[in-house]
């Protein structure tokens, strides 16, 4: 449904976006994830028609964005970073204008407008006016808006930011019911984000890609070790060494966050999908320390970005013709 080939684009002489290569195929919800700066809104605006690039090509659903802008325009819907809505104009007038602006027919429109509402759950504010609504609402506005000509692709640019934790789940479920009959991308810098709503995942760093697959993978590929936090109320060596005997346990580092008096946080590393906590905590019990807190730790976005773009380089360096990597050159850091 949508081919996007070595796609690059310059502002000036900096390369926003370099070599960008992905598919989506029909049906499909993709997560575009990648901090700030790394490319996400360029290479969907492209998508989007908005710009040209530079270079390479995109396509959706057979049509180039550059040479059949009117064709892919009309196929897709957008959300953009940062929704832009008539603040003076009412949720309803705001969507029938939205849906002229698209060409929808007269007759059609009081009904595609009242179900897209419906869908978007706006139906209790339909007479209040945009710039009245709080941010998780007009997120909902914009999402209604990208769905009003029921395009067969949504491009969402990063959906959920700025909501609360409340309406980040509404808008996720929302997006998540829209899946099946149309296919999406949908950008974050946040990693659960894309874990809950998506069945696979780009990442970009820098502008460029650095992996591909769905999100249990690149979790599981990812995580050399599983980690368990604990802060244990006792005599610090002893912990660390009955810590250790647990069976299963590589290594316990003391951490001292919270040093206070006997207590301390301790992160225990074991093999991956080994789940210790019941055996952590009964060794704690049995040793009648106290248990203050005991937790499974996964990995960050930061995690993942650092560990991925460790391996790249160190990858570029065994294979110097893989050239996907992202900063150039034999960068030391540090193992985390
Ligand atoms: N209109 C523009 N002019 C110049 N530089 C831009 C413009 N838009 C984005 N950039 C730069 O391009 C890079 C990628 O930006 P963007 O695509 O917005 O990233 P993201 O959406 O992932 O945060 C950033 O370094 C940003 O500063
Ligand atoms: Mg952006």
């Given at each position: 449904m949508i081919e996007v080939e070595n796609?690059?684009?310059?502002?000036?002489?900096?390369?926003?976006?370099?070599?960008?290569?992905?598919?989506?195929?029909?049906?499909?919800?993709?997560?575009?994830?990648?901090?700030?700066?790394?490319?996400?809104?360029?290479?969907?605006?492209?998508?989007?028609?908005?710009?040209?690039?530079?270079?390479?090509?995109?396509?959706?659903?057979?049509?180039d964005c550059l040479d059949q802008s009117l064709e892919v325009r009309r196929r897709i819907g957008y959300l953009p970073e940062n929704v832009p809505l008539y603040n003076e104009m009412r949720v309803t007038d705001y969507l029938h204008f939205v849906s002229a602006i698209k060409g929808i027919p007269r007759r059609e429109r009081s009904r595609k407008v009242a179900e897209v509402m419906g869908d978007c759950g706006l139906l209790e504010v339909a007479g209040k006016i945009n710039g009245k609504l709080s941010k998780g609402y007009r997120q909902r506005v914009g999402l209604a808006q990208a769905l009003l000509s029921d395009p067969e692709v949504l491009i969402l640019d990063e959906p959920t930011v700025g909501l609360?934790?409340?309406?980040?789940?509404?808008?996720?479920?929302?997006?998540?019911?829209?899946?099946?009959?149309?296919?999406?991308?949908?950008?974050?810098?946040?990693?659960?984000?894309?874990?809950?709503?998506?069945?696979?995942?780009?990442?970009?760093?820098?502008?460029?890609?650095?992996?591909?697959?769905?999100?249990?993978?690149?979790?599981?590929?990812?995580?050399?070790?599983?980690?368990?936090?604990?802060?244990?109320?006792?005599?610090?060596?002893?912990?660390?060494?009955?810590?250790s005997r647990v069976e299963g346990v590589l290594e316990v580092e003391r951490r001292d966050i919270a040093a206070d008096h006997q207590v301390h946080t301790y992160l225990v590393k074991s093999q991956p999908a080994l789940d210790l906590r019941k055996e952590l905590a009964a060794a704690v019990l049995?040793?009648?320390?106290?248990?203050?807190?005991?937790?499974?730790?996964?990995?960050?976005?930061?995690?993942?970005?650092?560990?991925?773009?460790?391996?790249?380089?160190?990858?570029?360096?065994?294979?110097?013709?893989?050239?996907?990597?992202?900063?150039?050159?034999?960068?030391?850091?540090?193992?985390?």
């Open positions: 796609l690059t684009k310059y502002y000036g002489p900096v390369p926003a976006i370099t070599d960008i290569t992905f598919q989506v195929e029909k049906g499909e919800i993709l997560g575009f994830l990648g901090p700030n700066a790394a490319g996400k809104t360029t290479t969907m605006r492209i998508l989007t028609c908005f710009m040209p690039p530079t270079r390479g090509r995109a396509r959706v659903a057979g049509y609360d934790p409340r309406q980040i789940i509404e808008i996720r479920n929302l997006i998540k019911s829209l899946a099946g009959r149309r296919t999406i991308i949908l950008s974050t810098h946040i990693l659960p984000e894309v874990s809950m709503t998506c069945q696979r995942v780009i990442i970009i760093n820098e502008g460029r890609v650095i992996a591909v697959d769905t999100p249990e993978n690149l979790t599981a590929q990812l995580e050399k070790s599983a980690q368990v936090l604990l802060q244990v109320e006792g005599p610090p060596e002893e912990v660390v060494t009955i810590l049995r040793n009648q320390w106290g248990l203050l807190e005991l937790r499974g730790v996964s990995l960050s976005l930061e995690d993942i970005f650092i560990r991925l773009v460790t391996e790249e380089e160190g990858s570029a360096a065994d294979h110097p013709s893989q050239s996907t990597s992202g900063p150039e050159g034999p960068d030391e850091e540090e193992e985390l």
